[in-house]
């Protein structure tokens, strides 16, 4: 947790800089997100009821787990939502241009204010915005009604939640301006004594005739010191006009995954002398490359991608998460030495990039899971009974190019951002393209079996690609151009990898070598991996593979297996962002810091000692007296010793270990297990299990519990159940109840499960390895909060949160 907490410390400093750290969509604008009215339904529907909210909202996971929905979106219903807000524009609007900014809504939004249709967006990840002026009633009371139809509920591989689930903003910009998606920051050369920077930009007139116009580009240093400054001046003629600026940069401060230095743009927008538009980001200067025979470079430095996939959801609350989730996840990531994420496979709430910016890591921005054929969402669990081809592919032809050019327009200027992915998976072997090629050879993801002529053939994915490659290059030529391919052997066969600037395999190592000397121009990465030593060695061991995309970081809604099972359980951590065994041996073979964990599994007759298998280890010393147990442990000091009960069983050496993993055959005797890790011959890290006796208490600790400044704010809260000498209770299942006083509420609580169809709603929920995580949300008034944990039998706990 001492990172953790250091990285929450660091981020609150660095927002008491004089810098503005809003999304960069939205300058000019303020939350827009309290005071939402919500209905469940059609609104023709009698007997219409709404209730007040604030967004960003899930109406999905608010609603039973039921088999009658689909696992492939975690058995939980989609459906139709209305949202409708009223508010009275200021009259310091006038003369300004107003609109109205989602971040994202699932799915097929349509809006109107005042009962004019503004338009419809069919992909639910997609940021858009609408210009509300000419609509507006001055003086008087306006409503915008927002309709999303979620009827396809089967529409997914994984969930997607429903409604308005990120934030909204509504936004006033002169008439005069430039828009924040419009300004491209870049910098064609990079070194540590000198860097170019180049910034485009276009100047947008809405306005009949020519305008005078100033455009002042400041370049701030973190510290708040100005870097340098440039103005250019134009008749700004009706529309948009395209502005320049270049300037060289000496000693600059580069953005890496370890120090990730950050600057303050400002444009600044004057007519007559006073400034009328500022648009504020924050970038970073550093340079990118891949090298198809020695992997990626940041800065000129050669590194390898330790990476992870990632999801939306967090367990309990669906898709509606807000940034100080992000934030506890990623830092235990960062723990782990995770330095890359793989936002698969949509684009992902405009705050996750600013903290990938703030954080450091080297980020895969994906923006399909389909083209223009849909694939298999399995209902009754993965490759079960008949599945759903409802999906995003109704839309493709009408939406791709824009849908994809907004995500690149959104996120371009973040220096995390280091490559733009086309699309996962559009290749996978029969789901739904075919062809010759897949009766020979392997391949180790396939629908079916072998060439099935009845499905698609696969030649238009070539086609496709290099279209889909041409709209990210005529907006963004400073990153290439990727997608995840499953079935290389048959998108060899119709160009695919040809369109791209470097190519994913996923799950396929074993090609690696002999596509690397077959196509020896292609620089090729792991875009998805398992979590076995072998795929980890064939990057660690070959210079041309640069990446591993583990699947995946956090376990996620979806993608499920049969009824009960609601989630998959593929993360390193859990839905409530506890770590697993898994976590810690990954954490071994990619962390820097010197780390030793230990857990334990049964020994059965014929078993292979050294089997990978650190999902069936469990980090507990309560079993049968006599029980035989191997005790595993995950370190990266180059020593292990294990104690029981003080008694010395010995070293061991990682490097010599099977699967860099020491391990001691032991009979089970209550009391304490000791590992030390040695780094010459010190000793630099340890960790103990305990036999714990019966539940007795809880024990709550929270990540925040003083909060200043207006809005919202969000503790989470880990509970636990102990025994009376405070030793976790591993296999405690307790049911634990929250009560609340004060201005603030509880969000949900999440034990990690995969199964549980307990209501996410109730202030009641079991515990799952004798721990819960809990998620209250202040409403921004001051005063005290007193959060309450209870079980039967149990001693209870509080924490206490403050808000000034």
Same mark, same amino acid.
């Given at each position: 947790?001492?990172?953790?907490?250091?990285? *929450?410390?660091?981020?609150?400093?660095?927002?008491?800089?004089?810098?503005?750290?809003?999304?960069?969509?939205?300058?000019?604008?303020?939350?827009?997100?309290?005071?939402?009215?919500?209905?469940?339904?059609?609104?023709?529907?009698?007997?219409? $009821?709404?209730?007040?909210?604030?967004?960003?909202?899930?109406?999905?996971?608010?609603?039973?787990?039921?088999?009658?929905?689909?696992?492939?979106?975690?058995?939980? +219903?989609?459906?139709?939502?209305?949202?409708?807000?009223?508010?009275?524009?200021?009259?310091?609007?006038?003369?300004?241009?107003?609109?109205?900014?989602?971040?994202?809504?699932?799915?097929?939004?349509?809006?109107?204010?005042?009962?004019?249709?503004?338009?419809?967006? +069919?992909?639910?990840?997609?940021?858009?915005?609408?210009?509300?002026?000419?609509?507006?009633?001055?003086?008087?009371?306006?409503?915008?009604?927002?309709?999303?139809?979620?009827?396809?509920?089967?529409?997914?591989?994984?969930?997607?939640?429903? @409604?308005?689930?990120?934030?909204?903003?509504?936004?006033?910009?002169?008439?005069?301006?430039?828009?924040?998606?419009?300004?491209?920051?870049?910098?064609?050369?990079?070194?540590?004594?000198?860097?170019?920077?180049?910034?485009?930009?276009?100047?947008?007139?809405?306005?009949?005739?020519?305008? +005078?116009?100033?455009?002042?580009?400041?370049?701030?240093?973190?510290?708040?010191?100005?870097?340098?400054?440039?103005?250019?001046?134009?008749? %700004?003629?009706?529309? $948009?006009?395209?502005?320049?600026?270049?300037?060289?940069?000496?000693?600059?401060?580069?953005?890496?995954?370890?120090?990730?230095?950050?600057?303050?743009?400002?444009?600044?927008?004057?007519?007559?002398?006073?400034?009328?538009?500022?648009?504020?980001?924050?970038?970073?200067?550093?340079?990118?490359?891949?090298?198809?025979?020695?992997?990626?470079?940041?800065?000129?430095?050669?590194?390898?991608?330790?990476?992870?996939?990632?999801?939306?959801?967090?367990?309990?609350?669906?898709?509606?998460?807000?940034?100080?989730?992000?934030?506890?996840?990623?830092?235990?990531?960062?723990?782990?030495?995770?330095?890359?994420?793989?936002?698969?496979?949509?684009?992902? !709430?405009?705050?996750?990039?600013?903290?990938?910016? &703030?954080?450091?890591?080297?980020?895969?921005?994906? %923006?399909?899971?389909?083209?223009?054929?849909?694939?298999?969402?399995?209902?009754?669990?993965?490759?079960?009974?008949?599945?759903?081809?409802? @999906?995003?592919?109704?839309?493709?032809?009408?939406?791709?190019?824009?849908?994809? !050019?907004?995500?690149?327009?959104?996120?371009?200027?973040?220096?995390?951002?280091?490559?733009?992915?086309?699309?996962?998976?559009?290749?996978?072997?029969?789901?739904?393209?075919?062809?010759?090629?897949?009766?020979?050879?392997?391949?180790?993801?396939?629908?079916?079996?072998?060439?099935?002529?009845?499905?698609?053939?696969?030649?238009?994915?070539?086609? *496709?690609?290099?279209?889909?490659?041409?709209?990210?290059?005529?907006?963004?030529?400073?990153?290439?151009?990727?997608?995840?391919?499953?079935?290389?052997?048959?998108?060899?066969?119709?160009?695919?990898?040809?369109?791209?600037?470097?190519?994913?395999?996923?799950?396929?190592?074993?090609?690696?070598?002999?596509?690397?000397?077959?196509?020896?121009?292609?620089?090729?990465?792991?875009?998805?991996?398992?979590?076995?030593?072998?795929?980890?060695?064939?990057?660690?061991?070959?210079?041309?593979?640069?990446?591993?995309?583990?699947?995946?970081?956090?376990?996620?809604?979806?993608?499920?297996?049969?009824?009960?099972?609601?989630?998959?359980?593929?993360?390193?951590?859990?839905?409530?962002?506890?770590?697993?065994?898994?976590?810690?041996?990954?954490?071994?073979?990619?962390?820097?810091?010197?780390?030793?964990?230990?857990?334990?599994?049964?020994?059965?007759?014929?078993?292979?000692?050294?089997?990978?298998?650190?999902?069936?280890?469990?980090?507990?010393?309560?079993?049968?007296?006599?029980?035989?147990?191997?005790?595993?442990?995950?370190?990266?000091?180059?020593?292990? &010793?294990?104690?029981?009960?003080?008694?010395?069983?010995?070293?061991?050496?990682?490097?010599?270990?099977?699967?860099?993993?020491?391990?001691?055959?032991?009979?089970?005797?209550?009391?304490?297990?000791?590992?030390?890790?040695?780094?010459?011959?010190?000793?630099?890290?340890?960790?103990?299990?305990?036999?714990?006796?019966?539940?007795?208490?809880? $024990?709550?600790?929270?990540?925040?519990?003083?909060?200043?400044?207006?809005?919202?704010?969000?503790?989470?809260?880990?509970?636990?159940?102990?025994? $009376?000498?405070?030793?976790?209770?591993?296999?405690?299942?307790?049911? *634990?109840?929250?009560?609340?006083?004060?201005?603030?509420?509880?969000?949900?609580?999440?034990?990690?499960?995969?199964?549980?169809?307990?209501?996410?709603?109730?202030?009641?929920?079991?515990?799952?390895?004798?721990?819960?995580?809990?998620?209250?949300?202040?409403?921004?008034?001051?005063?005290?909060?007193?959060?309450?944990?209870?079980?039967?039998?149990?001693?209870?706990?509080?924490?206490?949160?403050?808000?000034?």
């Amino acid at each position: 947790m001492k990172l953790y907490k250091y990285l *929450i410390y660091a981020a609150f400093l660095f927002m008491q800089m004089p810098v503005k750290l809003h999304a960069q969509a939205i300058d000019g604008g303020r939350l827009f997100n309290d005071n939402w009215q919500f209905h469940l339904g059609d609104t023709t529907a009698t007997n219409n $009821k709404w209730r007040t909210l604030s967004l960003p909202h899930d109406w999905s996971i608010e609603q039973p787990f039921s088999e009658e929905w689909a696992s492939a979106t975690a058995y939980l +219903p989609g459906g139709i939502g209305w949202y409708q807000k009223t508010f009275t524009p200021e009259t310091k609007w006038r003369g300004q241009k107003v609109s109205i900014y989602f971040d994202g809504v699932y799915k097929n939004s349509e809006v109107w204010i005042n009962g004019h249709y503004l338009g419809k967006r +069919p992909n639910g990840f997609i940021a858009f915005e609408y210009d509300i002026t000419p609509y507006l009633l001055w003086g008087k009371a306006n409503t915008i009604k927002v309709k999303a139809d979620h009827t396809e509920f089967a529409d997914s591989r994984w969930y997607t939640g429903s @409604g308005i689930y990120r934030n909204v903003y509504l936004i006033t910009r002169d008439v005069v301006n430039i828009h924040p998606w419009d300004v491209a920051f870049s910098t064609p050369e990079v070194n540590s004594s000198k860097a170019t920077i180049l910034v485009n930009a276009d100047v947008t007139n809405t306005l009949a005739a020519n305008q +005078p116009v100033t455009v002042k580009l400041n370049l701030f240093k973190k510290a708040g010191g100005l870097a340098f400054s440039k103005t250019v001046t134009l008749n %700004a003629k009706p529309g $948009k006009n395209p502005i320049v600026f270049q300037q060289a940069l000496t000693s600059p401060q580069l953005w890496s995954v370890d120090h990730p230095e950050l600057y303050h743009m400002q444009l600044q927008v004057m007519r007559n002398g006073k400034t009328v538009n500022q648009v504020n980001q924050m970038v970073g200067i550093r340079s990118i490359r891949f090298d198809k025979d020695n992997g990626f470079f940041l800065n000129g430095t050669t590194m390898k991608l330790k990476g992870v996939c990632i999801h939306d959801d967090a367990g309990a609350l669906g898709v509606a998460v807000s940034r100080e989730v992000w934030v506890r996840r990623l830092a235990i990531l960062k723990e782990a030495g995770v330095n890359s994420l793989r936002l698969s496979h949509n684009p992902h !709430a405009g705050y996750l990039y600013d903290l990938c910016d &703030e954080m450091g890591f080297l980020v895969m921005d994906e %923006a399909f899971d389909e083209w223009e054929l849909g694939k298999n969402k399995w209902v009754k669990g993965w490759n079960e009974g008949t599945p759903s081809k409802d @999906g995003y592919h109704e839309y493709f032809k009408e939406w791709a190019h824009r849908d994809l !050019a907004d995500m690149v327009k959104r996120s371009r200027n973040h220096p995390s951002i280091i490559m733009w992915s086309i699309g996962n998976e559009i290749d996978y072997p029969n789901d739904p393209y075919t062809h010759e090629v897949l009766n020979t050879g392997r391949n180790p993801q396939i629908y079916g079996r072998g060439y099935m002529a009845n499905h698609p053939s696969a030649t238009a994915l070539g086609r *496709i690609a290099a279209d889909l490659v041409k709209v990210v290059k005529e907006i963004d030529l400073t990153r290439p151009v990727t997608a995840a391919l499953a079935g290389v052997v048959m998108s060899n066969e119709v160009g695919y990898p040809d369109a791209l600037d470097v190519v994913g395999y996923n799950y396929q190592e074993y090609r690696y070598a002999d596509d690397h000397k077959k196509y020896p121009n292609r620089v090729i990465y792991g875009s998805e991996n398992g979590m076995a030593l072998k795929a980890w060695n064939a990057v660690d061991s070959n210079k041309y593979i640069s990446a591993q995309y583990l699947w995946t970081g956090i376990d996620y809604l979806g993608e499920a297996g049969k009824w009960p099972q609601r989630s998959n359980g593929a993360g390193l951590m859990d839905l409530a962002g506890f770590k697993k065994p898994e976590y810690f041996y990954r954490q071994s073979l990619w962390a820097e810091k010197p780390m030793v964990y230990v857990a334990a599994r049964e020994l059965k007759q014929n078993q292979d000692n050294g089997i990978w298998s650190h999902r069936s280890v469990l980090p507990t010393w309560n079993w049968e007296t006599g029980s035989r147990l191997r005790l595993e442990c995950f370190t990266n000091c180059p020593e292990a &010793e294990l104690f029981i009960n003080g008694k010395s069983l010995g070293k061991q050496l990682r490097d010599t270990a099977a699967n860099h993993m020491p391990a001691w055959n032991v009979s089970y005797e209550p009391g304490e297990v000791l590992v030390k890790g040695y780094k010459n011959g010190k000793i630099a890290a340890t960790y103990v299990l305990k036999t714990a006796g019966e539940a007795a208490a809880l $024990k709550a600790v929270a990540d925040n519990i003083t909060f200043q400044g207006p809005g919202k704010h969000l503790s989470q809260i880990e509970v636990t159940v102990t025994d $009376k000498n405070g030793v976790p209770v591993y296999a405690a299942e307790n049911e *634990i109840a929250v009560a609340i006083t004060g201005k603030a509420r509880l969000l949900g609580m999440e034990n990690g499960s995969t199964t549980s169809h307990e209501n996410y709603q109730s202030p009641k929920h079991k515990a799952l390895h004798g721990k819960i995580l809990l998620y209250v949300e202040t409403n921004g008034q001051p005063g005290p909060v007193v959060v309450k944990c209870s079980s039967a039998g149990l001693k209870p706990c509080e924490v206490n949160i403050s808000v000034k």
